[in-house]
Structure formats: C-alpha cells, structure tokens
C-alpha cells in the first residue's frame, strides 16, 4: 500500500469534512457560554484558554479513542445545557470550589457508568421513541437552513442547490461543495470579520478542588443531572438510531474518567454529542457506514486544535459569518433527518407516541432546568402507556396440528 493510499484510507475528504463541520457547529453554538461561565466564577484569561485546552483535550481523547475502540461514530461534546446552568449557578463561587463541583459531577457520571443503571434505562427505550427524539432534537437545524435565507439567501441558497446537485453527480462530496460555495460566497458579500483575530496558545492552569456541600449541591448535582438529561440521553439514542450497536456504560464510563482528571483544568463537563454527532454518522460522512468513524476521528482532531489554540479559535468564529454556520449544519444534517422521521414513524402502533416525542423535543421547553429531549421522551413514553392501556393483545396463532392429529373445534 503506497503513502496516498493511506491518507486516503485514513483521511477520506468526506470524513474530514463531516469532522470538521460537526466541530464548527459545536463549538460556534455554545463556546460564547462556556466563556461567559469561567467569567462567571471569576477566570482571567488565563484561566479561560485553560478551561478550553481541557475541553478541547478531553474531547480529542474520547473522540478518538471511543471511535477507534469501537469502530462506531461516537462523538463527544461538552455540555451546553451545562455551560448554561454555571453562567448562573457559579456567580460568587471561588475557582476552586467550581472545580470541586464539577469533580463531583465528573464522579457521578463515571459512577453511572461503573453501574450501569443508566445503559439499563436507555435499553427500555424503544427505537420510534428514541429516533423521534432525536428528530425533535435536529428539526431547530433543518429550519434554520431555510430561515437564513431570510437575511442571507446569497449564501444559503447557492450552498443549497450545489448540495442538491452534489447529491446526485458526486455524492461523496456534496457536503464540501455547499461548504466550498458558503465560503466563496460569504467571501464575495464580505460576511468576514477578521480584524480580531488573533494568534495565540492555550496553557493549562491547574487548581486545586475544594469541596463544600452547598456548592455540590446547588452546582455540582444539577450539573450531572443536565448533563445526563439533555445530553447523554440524546447522545444514545443517536448512536442507536443510526444503528450502531455500543455498550453504553464503558462510554460513560471513559467520558467521566476523562471528565474527572482534566477538571481541574476547567473541564467543567463532557458528555455524548448528539447534534454532531449526527453529522459524523449520515451517508455524507462516508458512503461506508463501517468506515464513518473516521469522521469522529477527525472530529476529535480538530477538537484539539481548538483547545491548543483556545483564544484564537473563539476569535475566529465570532468573525466568522452566522448564516454560513446555520447553512452548513443544516445541510449536514438532512439525511439524518429524513432517516429519523422515517424511523420514528415506522411502526403503526407508536406512531402517536413517536409524534408526541418529536413535537415537545423540538418545542425546546425547559422545566426544572432540564431540557426538552429529556421532557420529549417521557411524554412519549406517558403517551405510549395511555395508549396501549386496555388495548386488547394479539392472540398468539395456533400451532399447527401435528401428524395424525385430529383438532377439535
């Protein structure tokens, strides 16, 4: 095998690619929260490039080394709802006492792994149920495609029609075309900002957890159960509903290990991804579908440069252009889509449930600072129970008569 032919193998465009948007997804989605929350218990900039070398870190490991352990897509990500929840819950709280509770989380997950009560819990989940979610889940960016025409039809519309026209000459590629063209396209309208970017290396800031019951509970416990709620669940359920069959707890397992020693570091969460990971397991990742964890691979890679280059990273995706990122996601996530929908709506007899699941999940509710995929699926699951309750059973069919068997009726 000659050296093109191994970067070949190893590097398919395709799977770079689908790495690489699921990366710009997730991190121009939610890296404002995750600044917002260091600056919220008090982090220098010092401390902030840190806490995104420990991120990007973390993610790179169980990105990598999940996919190649199990040769399935499993991307991670870190927790948004979690960013979210500490851009409150940490004003006033000292640096230490912050990792401290994300320590406690970090342990909980890896004791939920260790257990494995929660892969128990997402193996009662039927698979209408878990697709329906995961297409409630994704809906918010299958519109977002179109609603940025709105502002921005000169770059989402060709980015469109070249994906279209890819789909059917070059398959492989029509991902990078759209990309390609929202490039040219955002270039040519002058969408760019680049006059902040700047050139700049993370270093890692150690600090020494404390412990104190009242942080724990009012961050720590809520951190795990958002964590878990809103992201591991989802997380499974993509994995499932693309058909790939992982044991659950190892992957909690290694995700709180890995969430536990770079804590310290400003790893304040990393769980399952749901949305990018997605991205790395359509048809547009790798026409294989024993080969698309190469595009968690690459995924992870890039996840390390974020956090090697932490405040260049954050500089270059705010001069980035939004509707080139909205396009792109949308876009990368249409096969995906169509493949849930047709999958949640398959089976007759959880069709309502499936459509239940799929309405509150893509309603975004939040209650008791859980999000909706959490509150999606147990209305599902309530559905499915009211419906099915006083139906009456099939009759299992009668055997067939033996030989010399006389039957009476």
């Known amino acids: 095998m000659t050296a093109i032919t191994r970067i070949r193998s190893a590097a398919p465009p395709s799977a770079v690619v689908a790495g690489l948007i699921a990366v710009m997804v997730g991190v121009t989605s939610s890296a404002a929260l995750v600044f917002t929350a260091a600056q919220a218990a008090g982090a220098d900039s010092r401390e902030i490039s840190s806490w995104m070398l420990a991120l990007g870190v973390g993610l790179a490991c169980t990105c990598v080394g999940l996919s190649l352990r199990y040769r399935a897509p499993v991307v991670t990500a870190w927790s948004t709802p979690g960013a979210a929840l500490l851009t409150t819950g940490l004003s006033g709280v000292p640096m230490a006492q912050a990792v401290g509770a994300f320590v406690f989380s970090a342990l909980l997950i890896l004791v939920s792994g260790v257990t494995g009560w929660f892969s128990r819990l997402m193996g009662r989940i039927p698979v209408p149920l878990a697709a329906a979610l995961l297409a409630g889940v994704l809906l918010r960016f299958g519109t977002g495609l179109f609603s940025t025409m709105h502002g921005g039809f000169a770059v989402a519309f060709p980015m469109l029609v070249l994906y279209l026209l890819g789909r059917r000459l070059l398959p492989r590629y029509a991902v990078l075309l759209a990309l390609?063209?929202?490039?040219?396209?955002?270039?040519?309208?002058?969408?760019?900002?680049?006059?902040?970017?700047?050139?700049?290396?993370?270093?890692?800031?150690?600090?020494?957890?404390?412990?104190?019951?009242?942080?724990?509970?009012?961050?720590?416990?809520?951190?795990?159960?958002?964590?878990?709620?809103?992201?591991?669940?989802?997380?499974?359920?993509?994995?499932?509903?693309?058909?790939?069959?992982?044991?659950?707890?190892?992957?909690?397992?290694?995700?709180?290990?890995?969430?536990?020693?770079?804590?310290?570091?400003?790893?304040?969460?990393?769980?399952?991804?749901?949305?990018?990971?997605?991205?790395?397991?359509?048809?547009?990742?790798?026409?294989?579908?024993?080969?698309?964890?190469?595009?968690?691979?690459?995924?992870?890679?890039?996840?390390?440069?974020?956090?090697?280059?932490?405040?260049?990273?954050?500089?270059?995706?705010?001069?980035?252009?939004?509707?080139?990122?909205?396009?792109?996601?949308?876009?990368?996530?249409?096969?995906?889509?169509?493949?849930?929908?047709?999958?949640?709506?398959?089976?007759?007899?959880?069709?309502?449930?499936?459509?239940?699941?799929?309405?509150?999940?893509?309603?975004?509710?939040?209650?008791?600072?859980?999000?909706?995929?959490?509150?999606?699926?147990?209305?599902?699951?309530?559905?499915?129970?009211?419906?099915?309750?006083?139906?009456?059973?099939?009759?299992?069919?009668?055997?067939?008569?033996?030989?010399?068997?006389?039957?009476?009726?």
């Open 180 to 409: 390609a063209a929202g490039v040219l396209a955002t270039v040519f309208t002058g969408g760019w900002q680049l006059g902040e970017v700047r050139l700049a290396l993370a270093t890692p800031v150690f600090t020494t957890p404390e412990f104190d019951w009242k942080v724990l509970v009012s961050v720590g416990a809520p951190l795990f159960v958002v964590t878990m709620a809103s992201q591991n669940l989802p997380g499974v359920a993509v994995i499932r509903g693309a058909g790939y069959e992982v044991p659950v707890s190892p992957l909690m397992t290694w995700t709180g290990v890995a969430n536990a020693v770079l804590a310290p570091f400003g790893a304040f969460g990393l769980n399952l991804a749901a949305i990018t990971a997605a991205i790395c397991m359509g048809e547009e990742a790798h026409p294989d579908r024993d080969r698309r964890f190469l595009a968690a691979v690459w995924a992870g890679v890039f996840y390390l440069c974020v956090g090697l280059l932490g405040a260049t990273v954050a500089s270059l995706l705010t001069a980035m252009p939004q509707e080139l990122v909205l396009a792109i996601a949308g876009i990368g996530l249409l096969a995906t889509i169509e493949a849930s929908l047709t999958a949640a709506l398959a089976d007759k007899a959880s069709r309502e449930a499936a459509v239940v699941t799929f309405l509150a999940t893509a309603s975004g509710v939040t209650l008791l600072g859980i999000g909706s995929a959490f509150w999606g699926l147990l209305a599902g699951l309530v559905t499915g129970v009211i419906a099915s309750a006083g139906r009456p059973g099939r009759k299992a069919p009668a055997p067939e008569p033996l030989p010399g068997e006389v039957r009476v009726p």
